[in-house]
């Protein structure tokens, strides 16, 4: 079974600072997806950034960036510059390319501070 | 560019009374998905479907029902409304797992059950 954990559930920054959020896993499958999707105020998930567990090399979207340690099973956000605008929920999910269902983990409120 | 509609966004329910949450999509996605999401938490899985005609339970089956007799439509139904079933509904649609993975949402419907 896969299970997605998020140890962090309140952080804060302070506008154009940088914050990284915490995201573990566990699976037994060799292929997967991994990413990170954005909850604000008005409820609608919004996808940040995906990963695919056979690249090495770590996803970025612009200001959000992830740190993929696959041995580790470790999947944190960096959040550069950071915007009123990214005050939200942050959930991490895992999806395997085996199974049909994308798994979340219990979310990161993050507050960005003027 | 509609994408995954579900109606209604809110509705209050009286214990023991019944209805049926509304999702369609317009992208031709196989997958479909419900979820729920209570008050600081992530999302659960109720059930989800691969393809018209199939449906399987996710997580949190016990007390809702669905069907999908067509690609577009996946509509979740409730019987017997419990206080317990008060929550934010999600649905959600997918090309499948081979493809981005990616899971595309609605805008959540606000089910309060007093």
């Known amino acids: 079974a896969q299970t997605v954990t998020q140890s962090q559930p309140e952080m804060s920054v302070q506008e154009a600072e940088t914050v990284t959020l915490s995201c573990t896993y566990d699976t037994s499958e060799n292929n997967y997806y991994l990413f990170w999707y954005k909850q604000p105020p008005s409820r609608q998930m919004i996808l940040v950034i995906r990963q695919e567990a056979y690249k090495q090399q770590n996803a970025t979207e612009n200001r959000f960036s992830v740190n993929f340690q696959k041995a580790a099973k470790s999947f944190s956000l960096k959040i550069s510059d950071s915007q009123l605008g990214d005050t939200a929920m942050y959930f991490c999910?895992?999806?395997?390319?085996?199974?049909?269902?994308?798994?979340f983990g219990t979310g990161t409120r993050l507050q960005v501070f003027p | 560019n509609a994408g995954v509609t579900q109606t209604p966004k809110f509705r209050i329910l009286k214990i023991g009374q019944s209805m049926t949450l509304q999702c369609t999509q317009d992208m031709n996605h196989n997958y479909m998905y419900w979820y729920r999401q209570d008050p600081g938490m992530g999302l659960k899985l109720i059930y989800y479907?691969?393809?018209?005609?199939?449906?399987d339970k996710g997580e949190v089956p016990n007390g809702y029902n669905v069907s999908r007799s067509t690609t577009e439509d996946f509509p979740l139904r409730l019987e017997l409304a419990a206080p317990s079933q008060t929550s934010v509904y999600f649905c959600?649609?997918?090309?499948?797992?081979?493809?981005?993975?990616?899971?595309?949402f609605g805008e959540g419907s606000r089910l309060t059950v007093l």
């Open positions: 999910a895992t999806r395997s390319y085996n199974t049909d269902k994308l798994i």
């Open positions: 479907s691969v393809g018209a005609g199939i449906t």
């Open positions: 959600a649609s997918s090309e499948g797992q081979y493809n981005t993975g990616e899971l595309f």
